[in-house]
Structures are given as structure tokens and as C-alpha cells.
């Protein structure tokens, strides 16, 4: 028998507390009427809504359905999950993972960055809410009451350090939780989304499903960003195989085999001289694996596009 008292966190004031990993179990969760609260949710739920919180700080594991803001204010929060809305929300700043175009109505001062966090538990929660760690438009703000000549959100800056927004737990139950907010050890690849981009050449990177095609994007990322490019952007998404005709072209029936095997995941990567970059990275490390990449930067913008306005069809964007 569920007990509601277990799923929910109503009229506290400066306190801290949490669930630790395993205690919600995909349940649905509530969080209303807290005052200057530390609240953590290291486990993955179904939905969470969080109504009349004020000067909260609130970690948010990951959420199958969707995370619903009523009437809070100046909270600062990290939160993965499908779907995010705001109402009559003023000052979140949110890190942020959604798979879908995050919404706010009715609400200012909003300022959002990417996710990033990493507890050893997490990467399963991801999976057991359905997310990919690859999906995420946290940048893609949609307003849905803007007002003429006012800026209702923003971005954070951009060396924003998570732990000066949301600091790690101080409870004894909670700090056993083996928390880490390196950025490098992030479960969400760190992407700069909708900032402004340093360069006009970007590359597409796309691995196919397989055994470690999760790892070996992650490597490639390590690898690219460690030489100074900039991962803009992520998708993991099904494709059929006239779909593969219109992103990849005349090499389409090389890849086309493989998309029965599972979702592929893509990379936009940026920065003078990132098709060669990314060339000589794959040719170096990935010698066995199949991958697409742009074959110059005349041609990778034209890829970018093509794929990306593909995955956004796709995801209903």
C-alpha cells in the first residue's frame, strides 16, 4: 500500500531533505508550501508538481511524464525530465534536462543551464524514466505569454558552477549519496545549446546503435572538447531508411542496415577546423566502427540542418 506521506514534501521551512535512490520507485511526487528548503530527489519518478515554494534549492532526479512550477519563487533547481512547464513562476534558475521544448507561462527572471550531475545510481534512474542522456533542449524555451519588448528568461552564465546554485546535501542520510558536480563526470553530455555559436563551422557526428554507442559518443565528446570544439547540440533518435536518404545523402545505403538495430545518436560539434577534427578523431579511435561524419565544412552545415530539423519532426518539436 503506497502511502502518500512517503511521495510528498508539504509546509517545511528551513529544512533539508530528500529520498535517497530506490525510495520513490517511479512513483508520482508532490513538494508545496516550503520556505528556504533543501529538497533532493535521487530516484526517478513519474511526475512532480511543486506549487508556493519559496527560496528553495531543489534536485529533481529523473522524470518519466513531466515537472510542473506553480507560483514559486527565487528557487534554484536541477531537474531532468520529459516535459517542463512554469506557471506564474518568478526568478528559477533551473539546470536543466528535458526531452522536449521546455514551456513557461506567465512567469519572469527565468535563467536556465544544461544538467549536470552525477551520482552512480543516476545513468539506471535515466533509463528507468525512459530518458535519453542524449535528449535534452534545455536551451529551447518556449513562452507562452510573452510580453512586447521584455525578455520574460535568459540563460545562465556560462561557467555557472552547480554547486553555488544547489549545494550538496547536508543531512547525514543524504550525503551518503556519492554525489559529483564535475562537470566532466556530468551523466548529461554539458552541450551549448542555443548560445550564441564562436564559429560558422560545425560537423554532424552520427553512431549507430550497438553495444557502446553510448560510450563511444561520450568518448568522441571527450575527445573533441579536449581539443578546444564546442558540443552544441544532441539527439538520439529512430530513423527509417527514407529518412536516411534525406540526412545522409548518396552515402545513405551504407548506413541504412543499420538503423534496424536501434536509435542513433548525433553530435553537432563546433569550432574552426571541427570536420577535420572530428575526421581525424574517428579515423584515430573508432578505426572499426561505422560512423557517419561531414566529409567537409562546405557540406556539415547542410548536414546539421538536415538532421536536426529531421529529430525535431520526429520529437514533435
Same mark, same amino acid.
Given at each position: 500500500q503506497v502511502d502518500p506521506k512517503d511521495y510528498t514534501?508539504?509546509?517545511?521551512?528551513?529544512?533539508?531533505?530528500?529520498r535517497l535512490p530506490g525510495k520513490v520507485a517511479g512513483q508520482q511526487f508532490i !513538494?508545496? /508550501? #516550503?520556505? =528556504? @528548503?533543501? &529538497?533532493?530527489?535521487?530516484?526517478?519518478?513519474?511526475?512532480?508538481? !511543486?506549487? /508556493? #515554494?519559496? =527560496? @528553495?534549492? &531543489?534536485?529533481?532526479?529523473?522524470?518519466?511524464?513531466?515537472?510542473?512550477?506553480? /507560483? #514559486?519563487?527565487? @528557487?534554484?533547481?536541477?531537474?531532468?525530465?520529459?516535459?517542463?512547464?512554469?506557471?506564474?513562476?518568478?526568478?528559477l534558475e533551473v539546470?536543466?534536462?528535458?526531452?522536449?521544448?521546455?514551456?513557461?507561462?506567465?512567469?519572469?527572471?527565468?535563467?536556465?543551464?544544461?544538467?549536470?550531475?552525477?551520482?552512480?545510481?543516476?545513468?539506471?534512474?535515466?533509463?528507468?524514466?525512459?530518458?535519453?542522456?542524449?535528449?535534452?533542449?534545455?536551451?529551447?524555451?518556449?513562452?507562452?505569454?510573452?510580453?512586447?519588448?521584455?525578455?520574460?528568461w535568459g540563460l545562465?552564465?556560462?561557467?555557472?558552477?552547480?554547486?553555488?546554485?544547489?549545494?550538496?546535501?547536508?543531512?547525514?542520510?543524504?550525503?551518503?549519496?556519492?554525489?559529483?558536480?564535475?562537470a566532466m563526470r556530468s551523466i548529461i553530455p554539458i552541450t551549448r545549446g542555443r548560445r550564441q555559436k564562436t564559429s560558422d563551422e560545425s560537423c554532424l557526428v552520427v553512431f549507430f546503435a550497438g553495444d557502446y554507442t553510448t560510450a563511444n559518443a561520450r568518448k568522441l565528446i571527450d575527445e573533441m572538447t579536449g581539443k578546444g570544439f564546442h558540443l552544441v547540440q544532441t539527439k538520439e533518435v529512430s530513423m527509417k531508411a527514407e529518412e536516411a536518404h534525406r540526412v545522409f545523402q548518396q552515402r545513405a545505403p551504407e548506413f541504412i542496415p543499420l538503423l534496424e538495430k536501434g536509435p542513433v545518436v548525433a553530435l553537432e560539434f563546433n569550432g574552426d577546423g571541427a570536420v577535420d577534427g572530428c575526421q581525424s578523431t574517428i579515423n584515430d579511435v573508432f578505426s572499426g566502427t561505422k560512423v557517419f561524419v561531414s566529409e567537409s565544412k562546405a557540406s556539415a552545415s547542410q548536414d546539421v540542418e538536415n538532421f536536426y530539423n529531421f529529430a525535431d519532426m520526429q520529437m514533435g518539436m
Open positions: 514534501f508539504s509546509g517545511l521551512k528551513d529544512e533539508t531533505v530528500g !513538494i508545496q /508550501d #516550503c520556505e =528556504n @528548503c533543501s &529538497i533532493y530527489i535521487f530516484d526517478h519518478s513519474a511526475t512532480i508538481t !511543486i506549487d /508556493d #515554494c519559496v =527560496n @528553495c534549492q &531543489i534536485f529533481l532526479g529523473p522524470i518519466k511524464g513531466s515537472v510542473f512550477f506553480r /507560483d #514559486c519563487k527565487d @528557487c534554484k533547481c536541477i531537474v531532468a525530465c520529459q516535459q517542463f512547464r512554469t506557471r506564474d513562476c518568478r526568478k539546470f536543466l534536462c528535458c526531452a522536449t521544448q521546455p514551456i513557461i507561462e506567465s512567469s519572469t527572471g527565468m535563467k536556465f543551464g544544461c544538467f549536470q550531475y552525477y551520482y552512480p545510481e543516476l545513468a539506471l534512474q535515466f533509463k528507468d524514466a525512459g530518458l535519453s542522456i542524449f535528449n535534452n533542449t534545455w536551451s529551447d524555451i518556449h513562452d507562452f505569454t510573452p510580453v512586447s519588448g521584455e525578455n520574460n545562465l552564465p556560462e561557467d555557472a558552477v552547480v554547486q553555488d546554485y544547489v549545494p550538496l546535501p547536508s543531512s547525514e542520510e543524504l550525503k551518503a549519496v556519492r554525489i559529483s558536480t564535475d
